[in-house]
């Protein structure tokens, strides 16, 4: 918005023609956001304990767990809400909103909100929420509608790009449909299993932000992109803002949501927050490098799955309890010490991804 106000103004005031640089925006939409947070905190807050918006503690017959995560009861829960709408506010304010990709990932950011919202009132309500297949279907839902417009659309490249080799180009056609979809459940369920412990989720978040402002920078800038070797995506260095639009309120959520965390971000954060990485890494064409910077999503992720798979299959379990953080907690570390290693696992997954930027 503020692109499309003052940057008409430049050939009178010549300082509006700063407007036109992706990083002035994208770096005012990080103070935006982190303000727009910390100023409505008190009130969000006040207003989640009003309605008894609170934190029940549910793990699955897990006694011990149950018996280490106690005084999490009655914290107040769904402060993604603030996130979305500080997000979503500064995105808007500072975005050139003439950019689809603008668009395409608020949409997906609200559908995944509300699916996590309505899952969130659901626990608050009667004590459980979606089920695992009705959750799924919403994710599913939301993913193939995004893949069929990115397929209708010609702008946008259906192609894989492959971390370290810049000749091999494989073009999905129809089947991306199927892998938008993947990649929007993928995310989205891996950042809600990660959720697990106070400031975990939401610090990975914040790196992996930092990471896709980088990656869809240079997707959108040509001569980096021909420089890198990597796909070039008009308009995709807009996305740019919305990442640190992101990072900004997700490191002014982590002042809230700390060990001991005043506030959790509930399903209705986990799910949009995830979905929406999953998203920008859709359109610049890094879902293969997705996996390599959100690796501690990804090993949250597998745990649950081998755990599943395990149960079923061989009638025991692989871990002590899934998630991984659950496993280290029952293996006797405190929670503070596994948040801080577990974030340093993802600031290295993250620089193994910058590394295959010139490893091509």
């Known amino acids: 918005m503020i692109y499309h106000l003052l940057y008409p103004l430049t050939k009178y005031f010549f300082i509006f023609n700063v407007t036109r640089y992706i990083t002035f925006r994208s770096g005012c939409a990080v103070v935006t956001s982190f303000i727009i947070v910390m100023v409505f905190w008190k009130f969000t807050l006040k207003r989640l304990k009003r309605l008894k918006i609170v934190e029940k503690i549910d793990m699955y017959g897990h006694i011990h767990l149950e018996a280490l995560h106690e005084d999490k009861r009655g914290t107040p829960t769904m402060g993604g809400v603030l996130i979305l709408f500080s997000v979503i506010a500064s995105t808007l304010l500072w975005a050139r909103l003439d950019n689809s990709f603008i668009w395409l990932s608020i949409a997906v950011m609200l559908a995944l909100g509300a699916l996590g919202l309505h899952d969130d009132l659901l626990k608050i309500k009667r004590g459980r929420g979606l089920s695992r297949k009705e959750k799924l279907f919403g994710q599913i839902a939301v993913g193939a509608v995004l893949g069929i417009l990115i397929v209708l659309d010609k702008n946008i490249s259906t192609a894989w790009d492959f971390p370290f080799f810049k000749k091999i180009?494989?073009?999905?056609?129809?089947?991306?449909?199927?892998?938008?979809?993947?990649?929007?459940?993928?995310?989205?369920?891996?950042?809600?299993?990660?959720?697990?412990?106070?400031?975990?989720?939401?610090?990975?978040?914040?790196?992996?932000?930092?990471?896709?402002?980088?990656?869809?920078?240079?997707?959108?800038?040509?001569?980096?992109?021909?420089?890198?070797?990597?796909?070039?995506?008009?308009?995709?260095?807009?996305?740019?803002?919305?990442?640190?639009?992101?990072?900004?309120?997700?490191?002014?959520?982590?002042?809230?949501?700390?060990?001991?965390?005043?506030?959790?971000?509930?399903?209705?954060?986990?799910?949009?927050?995830?979905?929406?990485?999953?998203?920008?890494?859709?359109?610049?064409?890094?879902?293969?490098?997705?996996?390599?910077?959100?690796?501690?999503?990804?090993?949250?992720?597998?745990?649950?799955?081998?755990?599943?798979?395990?149960?079923?299959?061989?009638?025991?379990?692989?871990?002590?309890?899934?998630?991984?953080?659950?496993?280290?907690?029952?293996?006797?570390?405190?929670?503070?010490?596994?948040?801080?290693?577990?974030?340093?696992?993802?600031?290295?997954?993250?620089?193994?991804?910058?590394?295959?930027?010139?490893?091509?």
């Open 169 to 360: 180009i494989v073009d999905l056609g129809y089947f991306y449909i199927f892998w938008a979809a993947l990649i929007i459940v993928a995310t989205s369920n891996a950042v809600n299993f990660t959720d697990g412990l106070d400031g975990l989720a939401i610090g990975a978040l914040t790196i992996n932000a930092l990471i896709f402002a980088v990656l869809a920078y240079l997707s959108g800038h040509f001569k980096f992109a021909s420089y890198l070797f990597i796909p070039h995506i008009k308009g995709a260095g807009e996305l740019t803002v919305l990442c640190l639009s992101l990072g900004g309120a997700a490191l002014a959520f982590l002042w809230f949501n700390s060990y001991p965390a005043d506030v959790f971000m509930g399903d209705v954060g986990a799910l949009s927050l995830g979905g929406v990485i999953g998203v920008i890494a859709l359109f610049v064409k890094k879902e293969l490098l997705l996996f390599v910077s959100g690796g501690l999503f990804v090993i949250e992720a597998l745990t649950v799955i081998l755990q599943i798979l395990s149960v079923r299959f061989r009638g025991k379990r692989l871990f002590r309890a899934a998630p991984l953080h659950h496993h280290l907690q029952l293996l006797g570390w405190k929670e503070p010490k596994i948040i801080v290693r577990l974030w340093i696992v993802s600031i290295i997954c993250a620089v193994i991804a910058l590394l295959t930027l010139k490893l091509r």
